[in-house]
DNA sequence: AAAGAAGTCAACCGCGAAACA
DNA sequence: GTGTTTCGCGGTTGACTTCTT
């Protein structure tokens, strides 16, 4: 079966790009777009195999690329979209504005990874290393676990028919603007909807009956806050809203950022006054608009075995909840990690363009 | 100031899937 | 139906930079 022969040719140049070869590859492109990878190089003067074209385009000069810091938006985006789906870095790429899969890796690896993992969370399964969550919450917290774990399969097919459409639809407007491909990508036709409405207007139209085999959610009407993980019929919401999120940023000193979250319900729960006195102790309050983006890590970060270094600003007093507040706490919690996940895929604001390749 | 360690990120590699002949 | 080509993805590498001692 055919591996590419490309990059095996002797002779094609390998390592970093010189700007002479960027500006060679960009001219080519804007000119004539990138119709097949293969036979670009030397249609374009390089001496480097397509696939290095095709990697240097994607990930460096497309013009619709954002370079820089993430914002903390964007980190709560890979966190979330991450325990959703795993390493599916394109996946996880087409919600964030501008970004390509290959930074969103690399700043997972080098960045995000190592945060969790000294906030005690395990970076693969966004669990407490420790495991003392699931312990404590029990079944029910494992039936909680294995219907989103359901749901989360869902997601992630809804997320490759949605690449799939992109795809196709990409393939369209090729058809039709055969060059001028920056042209297209600095700007994208207003009108075009998003990879979600795509998608449910396709499955609508083609009147698949999108009920899983085994749960309840369905899949009617047709704005975003109907797809199948409609935060509103996915699980009870209510109490994800009144989610706090509090980050203890050290960004405005250009260092790395910790973060917590805590649940109002919580705070209610510990000292009150004295709780929130600490708060205020604490070097930064923040608390986005989208509070609920983000709230399930709440009990891995209550959870006095798992502050660690992240618990300079909490009194050890403040986890002596009683065991029955402190189950039911669990479970909410646990949902609320899954509710800020599926709000965030779901939300009204219309996902990204596609990665225009 | 120098050397080594650690961090960062662009680029490469190999695989699987889709498209095509 | 089968083989070939092309593309895209995710894992990994290694050059370069920054930090620490």
């Known amino acids: 079966m055919g591996r590419s022969p490309c990059c095996e040719k002797i002779g094609l140049k390998k390592g970093p790009w010189t700007p002479e070869e960027d500006q060679k590859l960009l001219a080519y492109?804007?000119?004539?777009?990138?119709?097949?990878?293969?036979?670009?190089?030397?249609?374009?003067?390089?001496?480097?195999?397509?696939?290095?074209?095709?990697?240097?385009?994607?990930?460096?000069?497309?013009?619709?690329?954002?370079?820089?810091?993430?914002?903390?938006?964007?980190?709560?985006?890979?966190?979330?979209?991450?325990?959703?789906?795993?390493?599916?870095?394109?996946?996880?790429?087409?919600?964030?504005?501008?970004?390509?899969?290959?930074?969103?890796?690399?700043?997972?690896?080098?960045?995000?990874?190592?945060?969790?993992?000294?906030?005690?969370?395990?970076?693969?399964?966004?669990?407490?290393?420790?495991?003392?969550l699931n312990n404590t919450a029990g079944d029910k917290s494992a039936k909680v676990t294995a219907s989103l774990s359901h749901m989360a399969q869902w997601e992630s097919a809804r997320l490759e028919a949605e690449a799939r459409l992109a795809r196709e639809s990409k393939m369209r407007i090729a058809a039709s603007t055969p060059s001028k491909l920056h042209a297209q990508s600095t700007n994208p036709p207003a009108s075009t909807p998003s990879p979600c409405f795509d998608v449910l207007n396709a499955w609508q139209s083609a009147k698949i009956d999108l009920e899983s085999p085994t749960s309840t959610l369905t899949f009617a009407g047709s704005n975003a806050s109907m797809l199948p993980f409609s935060t509103t019929t996915a699980l009870e919401l209510s109490e994800s809203n009144s989610n706090v999120w509090q980050q203890r940023s050290d960004e405005l000193e250009g260092e790395e950022s910790e973060w917590k979250f805590v649940s109002k319900q919580q705070l209610q729960g510990m000292h009150g006054k004295e709780t929130e006195e600490h708060f205020i102790g604490c070097e930064e309050s923040w608390f986005p608009g989208t509070a609920n983006i983000g709230a399930g890590f709440t009990g891995m970060l209550l959870d006095g075995s798992n502050m660690h270094d992240t618990s300079e600003c909490w009194d050890e007093s403040s986890n002596g909840q009683d065991e029955q507040r402190s189950q039911v706490s669990e479970d909410a919690e646990n949902k609320n990690y899954w509710n800020g996940i599926f709000s965030m895929v779901n939300s009204e604001q219309p996902p990204l363009q596609p990665p225009l390749l």
Request: net charge positive; aromatic share 6%.
């Open 29 to 132: 492109i804007e000119e004539h777009g990138h119709g097949s990878w293969r036979a670009l190089p030397s249609k374009a003067g390089l001496q480097r195999c397509g696939k290095s074209c095709r990697l240097r385009w994607t990930n460096y000069l497309r013009p619709d690329i954002k370079r820089g810091k993430f914002s903390l938006q964007e980190e709560q985006t890979i966190i979330q979209l991450h325990a959703l789906l795993g390493n599916r870095w394109s996946a996880i790429a087409t919600h964030l504005p501008k970004r390509t899969d290959n930074e969103i890796k690399n700043y997972w690896n080098t960045h995000l990874k190592k945060r969790l993992a000294k906030m005690g969370i395990d970076p693969v399964t966004h669990k407490a290393i420790n495991g003392t």
